[in-house]
Structure formats: C-alpha cells, structure tokens
C-alpha cells in the first residue's frame, strides 16, 4: 500500500505491514516474441513455354540442321528415283514429276524440322533442286540405257563414276523447259518447308 502522507509503500504481508519494503510495481506484460524469420522458401521452377509460332502452339525441338539436311536429301533421293523409274517405265520424262519431288522434299523437311519458317523454307527449296536435277539426270541414264538397250543400272554407274561423264549427259539433255520445272520444284520444296502452321 502506499501511505497517503509520505507517498511511501509498504507491504503488508500475513504477519502485518513490513516498513520499507516497496511494493512491487506490476510487471509489464513482455512483448510476444516474434518468430525468427526462418530461411527463404525455394522458389517454385516455373517452365517456360516454348516460343508459339502465330499465336499457335509450342513449336518443338525437331531434328536439328544435320538431322533436317540428312532427312531432306534421303527424300529428294528418293524422289528422283521414282521419276528414273517412271521415266523408264513408260518412256516418257514426265517433266511435272519435278512437282511432287518439291512436295516430298518440303513435307519431308516441315516434319523433321516440326518448326517450318523461312530458314527450312530456304533448305526444302536447295533440296528439292538437288533432287530434280538428279531425277532428271537419272531419267537422262534410263533413257540412254533403252535407247541402247543396256542395264539401267550399268548405264547409271558408268555416268556416275565420272564426273566429267555427268556433265555431257546433263548438257546434251537440258533443255529451255527444265528450267519451268526446277523453279516450280524449288516453290513448291519453299512453300511446304516453310508452312507455320502447328503440326497435328
């Protein structure tokens, strides 16, 4: 208690007031101890997606160059093959095969490369003028080899064995109109190579 004429405390306890003894001043309420901040949390990774192509969907990794360039080649192989044989066929070089070559090098190059874009559009077209010039100078070859009633394929290994061979055959043979038909195969290898539209 404190005494009302001295301001002093006293305490009085069971046995009665005690002088001198201050009272004891209420405790202060102690702060809430506030939780140590405990290490950063990890962020979560968040994938980015894919580049879209117009708006479309992710592209994706495709082949590569090397991958694209091998696959593209192994289809204008091929394409020219196919002209050599229905050139030897029917004997007629059928000069809108150049078409379907640019078509089978392009589609060949679009799905390899799953991106399309100008730089495989630029690829499928030298690849389809790759393979036109070979089928036209294998279709050169089978017409040689009826004509003079020879193998096919020892005609084509004896033109191909030398290059100065493949030049002859390849002057003799050209004409003003295999010109129509290596553009139109380099179009159409550019325009299916290059096509952006997402592939199913």
Same mark, same amino acid.
């Given at each position: 208690?404190k005494?009302?004429?001295?301001?002093?405390s006293?305490?009085?306890?069971? *046995?009665?007031m =005690?002088?001198g003894?201050?009272?004891?001043?209420? &405790?202060?309420?102690?702060?809430?101890?506030?939780?140590?901040?405990?290490?950063?949390?990890a962020?979560?990774?968040?994938?980015?997606?894919a580049?879209?192509?117009?708006?479309g969907?992710?592209?994706?990794?495709?082949?590569?160059?090397?991958?694209?360039?091998i696959?593209?080649?192994? %289809?204008?192989v091929?394409?020219?093959?196919?002209? %050599?044989? #229905?050139?030897?066929? =029917?004997?007629?070089?059928?000069?809108?095969m150049?078409?379907? #070559?640019?078509?089978?090098?392009?589609?060949?190059?679009?799905?390899?490369? *799953?991106?399309?874009?100008?730089?495989?559009?630029? +690829?499928?077209?030298?690849? &389809?003028?790759?393979?036109?010039?070979?089928? /036209?100078?294998m279709?050169?070859?089978?017409?040689?080899a009826?004509? /003079?009633?020879?193998?096919?394929?020892?005609?084509?290994?004896d033109?191909?064995? *030398?290059?100065?061979?493949?030049?002859?055959?390849?002057?003799?043979?050209? &004409?003003?109109i295999?010109?129509?038909f290596?553009?139109?195969?380099?179009?159409?290898?550019?325009?299916?190579?290059s *096509? =952006?539209?997402? +592939?199913?």
């Amino acid at each position: 208690m404190k005494c009302p004429a001295c301001s002093g405390s006293f305490f009085i306890g069971p *046995d009665g007031m =005690t002088p001198g003894t201050s009272a004891p001043s209420p &405790s202060s309420p102690s702060p809430t101890p506030q939780p140590s901040p405990g290490p950063e949390q990890a962020r979560p990774v968040v994938s980015t997606p894919a580049p879209a192509i117009d708006g479309g969907e992710p592209i994706g990794e495709g082949m590569g160059i090397p991958g694209v360039v091998i696959a593209g080649a192994v %289809a204008a192989v091929i394409g020219a093959i196919i002209w %050599a044989v #229905i050139t030897r066929l =029917t004997g007629y070089q059928i000069g809108f095969m150049a078409i379907g #070559i640019g078509i089978l090098v392009g589609v060949t190059v679009r799905v390899a490369s *799953d991106q399309g874009g100008m730089e495989m559009g630029l +690829l499928g077209g030298v690849l &389809s003028l790759f393979g036109v010039v070979l089928g /036209n100078l294998m279709a050169a070859c089978a017409f040689i080899a009826k004509s /003079n009633s020879l193998p096919f394929m020892q005609v084509l290994m004896d033109v191909f064995s *030398d290059p100065t061979t493949v030049g002859r055959v390849m002057r003799g043979w050209f &004409s003003i109109i295999d010109l129509l038909f290596y553009g139109i195969a380099i179009y159409t290898g550019f325009k299916v190579a290059s *096509d =952006t539209e997402p +592939l199913e």
